[in-house]
């Protein structure tokens, strides 16, 4: 065998074996029954593993399938958290973390029926196939807010439709537009269901008012509290989410009920 020979017959057993490697890797992703497709890509050291009602700590990477990031968390520097198991985030997210132990670093494959379907949400086109790079961080045992009673309490209408009940009064003082408000709250669909809560997560809400970085009626309704009073706000969709709502969470046309409690404002 002269040495040409030699080193082709190297470079095809290389081949051969590198060929096998990868198809080894890529046997390691698991479809589940409903198409997601994972593969834990770093084991944690042993943490714990969330349930449904849990409040997750994640961070992520987003991925188009020709590999074009759309969204991170990690370039924000700052992980996203949400009630695991009640429709906050998209089917297959919360499928996958469901899976993982606290430290779990993983990969989703996520079928548009398990994402954002036939509509298309912002850089995201209809009917996508998206790929997630996750790290499940904390994992928080369920807090469940009390809604707040408002038996006996009148009930305000404003001229744009949306009511509110007072059910803490105080002789602080109301925030001016422009001013950055600190609130806690929780938000309710008419039949009871919560969808979302900054109390459940610990971890009051900032935005700036009257600068449409809210829906119209917590634009309106906060502007109407004092420091330290927490008041139900009752908001008709057209200052909600409008005709189509926000699903998987909001449904079109909602009417949206929000407990809510001005901490603070600068």
């Known amino acids: ?82 009630t695991l198991g009640v429709g906050q985030v998209i089917k297959g997210w919360d499928e996958g973390i469901a899976l993982l132990h606290v430290g779990d670093k993983a990969k989703f494959i996520i079928p548009p029926d398990l994402a954002y379907g036939a509509q298309a949400r912002g850089p995201i086109p209809a009917n996508s196939t998206l790929i997630f790079e996750v790290e499940l961080i904390d994992v928080k045992e369920k807090i469940t807010p009390k809604q707040f009673d408002v038996t006996g309490k009148d009930t305000v209408t404003t001229a744009s439709g949306l009511k509110y009940i007072k059910v803490h009064t105080t002789e602080g003082e109301a925030p001016k537009a422009g001013q950055m408000v600190n609130v806690h709250y929780s938000g309710y669909l008419m039949d009871g269901k919560m969808f979302d809560s900054s109390v459940q997560r610990d971890e009051p809400f900032r935005f700036n008012l009257g600068a449409g970085q809210v829906i119209k009626g917590w634009d309106e309704g906060i502007a109407l509290l004092k420091k330290g009073e927490k008041a139900r706000l009752i908001i008709p969709y057209t200052l909600g989410y409008g005709e189509a709502g926000h699903p998987p969470v909001i449904p079109p046309q909602a009417t949206l009920i929000f407990d809510v409690e001005l901490i603070d404002f600068q």
Do not use: W
Request: aromatic residues 8%.
């Open 1 to 82: 065998m002269n040495r040409c020979t030699a080193l082709i017959i190297i470079l095809i057993t290389f081949g051969l074996t590198a060929g096998a490697q990868n198809k080894k890797k890529k046997s390691k992703m698991v479809k589940t029954a409903s198409g997601l497709e994972y593969e834990i890509t770093q084991k944690g050291k042993g943490g714990k593993q969330p349930k449904p009602g849990d409040m997750v700590t994640v961070h992520y990477t987003g991925k188009f399938t020709n590999d074009t990031v759309f969204d991170s968390s990690v370039k924000r520097g700052q992980p996203i958290k949400f």
